[in-house]
Each structure stands twice: as C-alpha cells, then as structure tokens.
C-alpha cells in the first residue's frame, strides 16, 4: 500500500498497510480479561468466609476494574481509527480521534492506578501495623494523581490544540508543554511510586520469627500479588 492519508506521501520503501494492531488488541483484551479474572476470585475467596464483609480494598479494586475496562475500550476504539499506523496512512479526522482518546486515556489511566494502588495500601493497613509509611505511600498516590490530572489539562493552551499542532499547523493558535518529556517523567513517577508500595511491608516481614526461606517465600507472594 503506497496511497497516503493527510500528512504526505510515504517515505520511500515504507509499507503503509503495516500496522500494530495485533500487537495492541493482543497485549489488551488478555489484560481484561485476567483482571476480570481477577476480581472474580478475589470475591469468590472474600466470600468463603462465613462473616464476610467487603472492605475499601475491595471497593477499590472494584473502581479500578471499571477504569481498566474504559482504557481497553479507549484502545480498541482507537484502533478502529487507525491507532497504530504510519501517520500517512492516517486521515486528519481519524489522527484527532486518536488524539482525543489519548488525551482521555491519560487521564482514565491516572484514575485506574490511583484505585489499584490505593486497594494495595489498604490491604496492607488491614493485615499490617502501618502508619507513618502508610501515610507517606497515600501522599505520593494522591500526589501523583493531582500531578497527572492538573497537567494533561493544562498541558495545551487551548485544550484543543493538543491535536490541532498536528492536523492544522499553519492556522491553529496555541501553546503546549513538551508532551514527550511530560509522558515520559509521567512513567519515572508510576515505576517510583510502585517500588515504594512494593518494599512497603518488606521491613516488618523481614522481622517475622520464621526461617529466611519463609521469609522470602512471604515476601515473593506480597510483591506477586502487588503486580
């Protein structure tokens, strides 16, 4: 295929009908599926126990079900719109779909993992003595969240022109931060925040009377199921 869509002809020797949506559908429906999954056996378990009650853990991993469930819907919208294309092969209409959907993804995505890692705290608050740590964990959750959700929203100025650079340049006003740096230091943060809530019980695990084996067989299966 050697047709091009709104931005130019192709370069020479690229084939406009490779994509990745393969690559994409396949790294997203096995996701929901295995959460869905997931949370199924989480309440199958919860409720074995004859004076169940749900917990905010519960409630939490419940939320971030319904979020994961939109960005998978963002995903697979998007591909329809040729996400995952050589831009050339790209119409301007479908480029500001795209666009559009990212600008909701990274926002739907700070939703989705302030929910998990929230229900990661929470579940350690009920089976730790965590306070001082537990507080410190909540603080950079909340901090990143508000981090991510002020500045996607103030990242373009007007909101619009986050897609209008690129679909009309020559006449569309505006302003933008670096969106690549900012995504970027947006996933420094995620991995910081993820290795404070995973080494979060390690210390007192590591204090239990049990043998090192035990230990780190506890410790494996906490930072498993964080995962």
Known sequence: MSASGDFGPAPPGVDLSENQDGSMLGAVIPLIVISTLSIIL????????RKFRFAIDDYLSFAALLFSYALGICVIISVNYKNGHHVQAVSKYEFTVVWKLL??????????????????????????????????????????????????????????????????????????????????????????????ILTLPIPIIWKLQMPLSQRLAVIGVLLLGSL
């Open 42 to 49: 989480r309440i199958y378990a919860r409720t074995e126990f």
């Open 103 to 196: 600008y909701a993804h990274v926002m739907l995505y700070a939703f989705c993992v302030t929910c998990t890692k929230t229900s990661i705290i929470m579940f350690y608050k009920r089976i730790f003595n965590l306070r001082y740590s537990l507080h410190v964990a909540l603080f950079l959750i909340a901090s990143y969240f508000l981090v991510v959700i002020i500045t996607i929203n103030v990242a373009c100025d007007p909101i619009p022109y986050f897609w209008q650079q690129y679909t009309d340049p020559d006449t569309a006003v505006g302003r933008c931060i670096d969106i690549p740096k900012f995504f970027f230091g947006n996933g420094i943060a995620a991995v910081l925040v993820d290795f404070v």
